[in-house]
């Protein structure tokens, strides 16, 4: 199991650090590849999307983060 951040910009991020600990993925986007990367069983926590909304076509790179 894996814990995904997804959206996070400003101190929500560390909120949810507060909450659900430290992510071992964080995603700038909800985009498709993120949506590829968590796998069943994975937790995914969003500052502002849900999993059931349609993703971005485009890809961002994730690389430079937090």
Do not use: L
Not at 5 to 17: C, S
Not at 19 to 26: A, T
Not at 46 to 64: L, V
Request: aromatic residues 16%; negative net charge; proline residues 3%.
């Amino acid at each position: 199991m894996a814990m995904h951040f997804i959206g996070f910009k400003d101190e929500r991020y560390y909120n949810a650090i507060k909450v659900f600990g430290k992510p071992d993925f964080i995603h700038r986007h909800w985009d498709v590849r993120a949506k590829h990367e968590i796998a069943e069983g994975d937790v995914a926590v969003f500052a502002t999307n849900t999993y059931c909304d349609t993703p971005r076509i485009h890809s961002f790179n994730d690389s430079q983060h937090m």
